[in-house]
């Protein structure tokens, strides 16, 4: 199965939409989603030889930010919208009726 893979210009394009001073940020594993500092591009070849741009997180302690905001994990469809529990009714503190 192949996926259609984002290209450089199509990040251009996505990233063109925001402001240039705020820092990007990769969101990884879907499963327990986590946000990384973006400190790298590296461009190279794959093991076809087509030429591909590699984004990289850096290998400072900090690089890896924490849990990623879940607006994000949702924006991203990695999770669906959690809905708090309903509420029960509260006991009196007799037990009784």
């Not at 990040?11 to 969101?27: F, K, N, Q, T, Y």
């Not at 990884?28 to 946000?35: D, K, L, Y």
């Not at 591909?52 to 919208?81: N, S």
Request: proline share 10%.
């Amino acid at each position: 199965m192949t996926h259609a893979e984002m290209t450089v210009g199509d990040l251009i394009g996505l990233l063109s939409a925001c402001d240039r001073d705020i820092p990007v940020r990769m969101a990884m594993n879907p499963f327990f989603p986590m946000a990384h500092r973006l400190t790298q591009v590296a461009a190279s070849v794959d093991e076809t030889g087509r030429p591909v741009v590699y984004l990289a997180e850096g290998r400072d302690a900090d690089t890896q930010l924490g849990h990623l905001p879940p607006e994000v994990a949702v924006a991203l469809t990695w999770q669906g919208p959690v809905q708090a529990p309903p509420r029960r009714p509260r006991r009196s503190a007799g037990g009784g009726k």
